[in-house]
Structure formats: C-alpha cells, structure tokens
C-alpha cells in the first residue's frame, strides 16, 4: 500500500510542474481522474503514450504534429507567398483557431534575449531567411508577442530580411471588447498611433 501511495504522490508532483497546474489542481485532477479509473484515466494514459510517440515538431515550420512535415507545410492552397512569423506554436494555433490566415507560418522558438543569450542561432531565423528565399514568400507578418524582447526580435527579424520582401506586423491597440479606461498607457499609445481612417 506504502508503494502504491507512492505512485500516486509521484503522479500529483508529476502533474504539478504542468503550466496552469500547481499542487491543488494537481491533487484534485489526480483525484478525479483515479474515481475515474475506466473511463477517463486509461484513454488518458493510452492517449498520451500514442502522442509521446507519435508527436514531433515540423522540419519546415516547427509546428508540432504527428508528420516530419506538417499539414499546412504540406497544403498547396496555403502557399500564398504569406508568411506568419510567431514565437510559439500556441500562437499559431491561436492564428490558425481564429482562422483568417491562410498562408504559412514560421515558428520561431523563443525571442532573442541578451538576458538568457538566446541569439538568431538559437531561434529558427536562419530558416527563416531560407524560407523567404526558397519559398517565393512576397510578404512576412510579423506577429510577435508585444513584449520588449518580442519587439526587439521583430526588429531584428525586418533589418535581416531586406527591402526585397513586404514586412508587416500585427497592429496593437485596443482589445475587441476593450474598454478604454481598463487599458494601460502603453496600449492607448500604441493604439493612437495605430488609428486608421473609417
Ligand atoms: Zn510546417
């Protein structure tokens, strides 16, 4: 019994360290899915041993399926000449759930940061310039996070790509729903500068 307990503690430490998880949500996920043994735990279990295996990250894009290369690689009908550079692939999956983009992406990995010396070598920006070149890319959408190093990176990204390709990046400014006395100084500013005419 000892050992089994064991496990059990193991698997809360385990789904602890998840993102949005801490120890609480941990125990009682862990709770509820053991009450739910048949129906819940073990297709879990398979499910994630079946992506474990089967999982990986896209040679082109870095995207992440289940194929070297991925399936909007893959799709002639994406091959716009548009390309969608984000930081991570939750945000193109954030792009591609508000499903109005319909050319390629190109993930990034991370920002530059002198900080953590994270440098273009370590991002995908060589493969990047590769892609503009190779892949008749006639526009490059910018859409980094609005951080300082999300900017720095976008910068550093339109300076290396030249004037032969449109570089563009995605306004900032006031949240659809946004209201503007909730907004920080920041987000009025940029979206003031932002405005366009109706
Ligand atoms: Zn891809």
């Not at 079946?50 to 070297?68: F, H, M, P, Q, Y």
């Not at 290369?69 to 193109?92: M, N, Q």
């Not at 370590?122 to 951080?147: C, F, M, Q, Y």
């Not at 190093?149 to 563009?168: C, M, W």
């Amino acid at each position: 019994m000892a050992e089994a307990t064991r496990d059990i503690e193991r698997l809360i430490e385990m789904m602890a360290k998840l993102p949005g998880l801490g120890p609480r949500s941990a125990r009682r996920a862990v709770l509820h899915l053991i009450k739910k043994r048949a129906l819940q735990m073990q297709p879990l279990a398979e499910q994630m041993a079946k992506v474990a295996a089967t999982a990986r990250e896209c040679l082109n894009c870095g995207n992440i399926g289940t194929s070297d290369i991925c399936a909007i690689c893959e799709s002639e009908a994406r091959a716009t000449g548009e390309l969608c550079v984000v930081e991570d692939v939750a945000d193109l999956w954030a792009m591609e759930r508000a499903s109005v983009f319909k050319g390629r992406y190109h993930v990034l990995g991370g920002t530059l940061s002198a900080l953590d010396s994270v440098g273009p070598e370590e991002l995908r920006i060589p493969k990047l310039l590769d892609r503009v070149a190779s892949e008749g890319i006639t526009e490059v959408i910018l859409a980094l996070n609005a951080t300082v190093d999300g900017q720095t990176t976008a910068h550093y990204i339109a300076d290396r790509l030249g004037p032969e390709v449109k570089v563009t990046s995605l306004a900032q400014g006031v949240p659809i729903g946004g209201e503007l006395d909730y907004l920080d100084d920041g987000t009025i500013a940029a979206a003031l500068k932002a405005r366009r005419s109706y």
